[in-house]
């Protein structure tokens, strides 16, 4: 066993309801640290190319990393990785709570989730014990319900007992399901939700275990994982956040263009006053309810106070949230817009491409591209609380319309074609954008265009360039200086997911990594480890392209890469320099600038030699 893990992973197959305990070799973990990397290199090696995402043949790989379980750095966070359903490449999220921490305590570093069953089951683990039962009870609840159902039956609370689920989503396989745990902490990103479902696996329930994991040097561990709290909060991402929640930014990104507002026809949101935390956490009854290991005042449960939902309790939108089902639905009511994100996450379908599905839908409606006939006689227009409720249900349950829309925005947009199709964000790959209007954040759309994980991939918040030797930004609209920054911090992001801790705890890339060494015994620098990113994410897409993913998807739809018709990110347009910027940061992450695909001496370079032939 190594210091900082369990050393196993456990494996359970659910067509014959077999269950193994492997041993994990000091090298595997050494090499692959955990989360993201640990499961691409399972994914990998384990499901061939000809696997379609629903074929039993998939994995799912539900990892955690070399600082779960420890204080101070929200170490309850897991890592999904299998291949994904929005685009039948890899997919790779992650969610915080309890969940990576307690299944640590269990003595596994990793659950490995094959075959599929014939009736739905659901998996509970108790230290060694590990139990595949029927799930005929759960089937038709929604996330929250799946939940308090395990949490009743087995008699024990929030903080005793982590469910990890999946909702009437997944069950009808919505190409964007995603997976739930611990109320409010989604797995959301590119149908890993649907993947569940297509096993029948309808949760996984973890008892808080006995044993935590040695470490080498617990109070350099404590030290430095403070210091890692320490100089979040006081980043430019912590500075609010810890305070606040992520909802600090909301007024912010109107401001500054990026909040998606009516399917981004507009960057004007008059009502935006009404959605700062400030005002969401006094209008409502506001409680503290933080991950594994947390400190910071960034989860907890709203309570309405007053109103036709007065009393209705839900966990804290974060700003994607918010902003995709208030804002981008033209939504002007608070509490309705609280309403419609506690119901995505309960039918257990991805906020974000709810929200630009939804979005197009109502766009197309208002502008006569569609009528009452194509959308089963909603009237789907902006702020229209009950319609857009009642959509959202449909797509959960894939009735009538809803049925179609469960495909997804790129799938939906380009069978229907024509002046339709211009309305709808979406890149070609099929996977979900994320919840701003990147035209004026040129690194996250590039990011999501060329990812090989279905969501963003090198950047995301706020990555301090000079960590990794590079000049600031200096203007957010040259194609040149964000290729240059994007392969600058590139793998970064996917060793920080490898850890088992909240990304908000990483604003220092330098504290992370002597937490990990504190924990571990290793030695790593911090080009090592962001080699190991570099290394998975050169794994995923050559994985990628030899599935089909090929270069010419890696672009984003008309809509997503035209000149905003207003807003401070109105003087440029990306969609006039999109391919050169691509074309220069293929090249400098060491990728064939035409095809991206890695070349040769890049793969020596990561220990990646295998792959050159292949």
Not at 252 to 271: C, D, M, Q, R
Not at 492 to 518: H, K, P, Q, T, W
């Amino acid at each position: 066993m190594s210091n900082g893990y369990a050393g196993a992973l456990l494996r359970i197959d659910v067509t014959d309801n077999t269950v193994l305990k492997e041993e994990l070799s000091h090298d595997f973990v050494h090499n692959w640290v955990g989360g993201t990397c640990m499961g691409a290199k399972i994914v990998y090696d384990e499901v061939p190319i000809s696997v379609n995402w629903n074929d039993s043949a998939n994995r799912l790989v539900m990892a955690t990393g070399g600082l779960t379980g420890t204080g101070g750095v929200g170490s309850g966070a897991f890592g999904v990785v299998t291949k994904g359903a929005m685009t039948n490449g890899f997919a790779t999220s992650q969610a915080n709570g309890f969940f990576s921490a307690f299944l640590k305590f269990c003595g596994y570093d990793a659950i490995v989730l094959q075959g599929a069953s014939e009736d739905w089951v659901y998996i509970y683990i108790d230290d060694e014990k590990v139990e595949i039962k029927s799930a005929a009870h759960l089937v038709g609840l929604d996330t929250y319900e799946t939940q308090v159902r395990l949490l009743e039956e087995y008699g024990l609370t929030r903080t005793q007992l982590s469910v990890a689920c999946i909702g009437p989503g997944g069950e009808n396989l919505v190409r964007y399901a995603c997976i739930v745990s611990d109320f409010g902490h989604v797995a959301a990103h590119n149908g890993v939700g649907a993947v569940l479902g297509s096993k029948k696996i309808k949760a996984i329930a973890v008892k808080r275990g006995k044993n935590k994991p040695a470490v080498f040097d617990a109070e350099a561990l404590k030290e430095n994982a403070q210091e890692m709290n320490r100089c979040s909060k006081e980043g430019i991402a912590g500075k609010g956040t810890f305070v606040h929640g992520t909802n600090v930014a909301i007024a912010g990104a109107e401001k500054g263009g990026v909040l998606p507002i009516k399917n981004i026809t507009t960057h004007s949101f008059p009502e935006i006053a009404g959605f700062v935390p400030e005002v969401l956490r006094t209008s409502n009854d506001y409680k503290k309810r933080p991950c594994w290991g947390c400190n910071w005042n960034h989860v907890g449960d709203l309570t309405v106070k007053e109103g036709p939902f007065k009393g209705f309790t839900t966990e804290e939108p974060e700003f994607e949230a918010l902003g995709g089902m208030g804002s981008n639905l033209g939504i002007t009511n608070l509490t309705e817009t609280m309403v419609i994100c506690d119901y995505v996450d309960r039918m257990g379908i991805d906020v974000n491409e709810t929200s630009w599905t939804l979005a197009w839908v109502i766009e197309c409606y208002e502008r006569g591209f569609f009528t009452g006939k194509d959308t089963d006689e909603l009237e789907m227009t902006w702020d229209n609380f009950r319609s857009v409720k009642a959509m959202i249900e449909k797509i959960a349950y894939r009735q009538g319309v809803g049925d179609f829309l469960a495909e997804g925005l790129m799938r939906v947009a380009t069978k229907t074609g024509g002046e339709a199709m211009d309305c709808a964000n979406f890149t070609y790959k099929g996977n979900s954008i994320r919840g701003h209007d990147h035209r004026a954040m040129w690194t996250e759309l590039l990011d999501t265009c060329v990812s090989s994980t279905g969501t963003i991939e090198v950047v995301g918040g706020f990555i301090n360039a000079a960590q990794h030797g590079l000049p600031p930004i200096t203007n957010p609209f040259d194609w040149e200086q964000i290729a240059r920054y994007n392969a600058g911090v590139s793998g970064r992001r996917v060793f920080e997911d490898s850890l088992g801790v909240c990304r908000f705890m990483c604003e220092d890339i330098n504290y992370s990594v002597a937490a990990l060494n504190s924990a571990t015994g290793d030695s790593y620098t911090v080009e090592e480890v962001v080699k190991i990113g570099r290394k998975a994410m050169n794994l995923m897409r050559v994985y990628n392209i030899k599935s089909g993913i090929t270069a010419d998807l890696e672009k984003p739809s008309k809509k997503y890469q035209d000149r905003p018709g207003d807003g401070p990110a109105s003087v440029a347009c990306i969609g006039d320099v999109f391919m050169q910027m691509r074309e220069r940061y293929f090249t400098l992450m060491g990728w064939d600038p035409h095809t991206g695909v890695p070349l040769p001496e890049t793969l020596k370079a990561l220990d990646l030699e295998f792959l050159i032939e292949e």
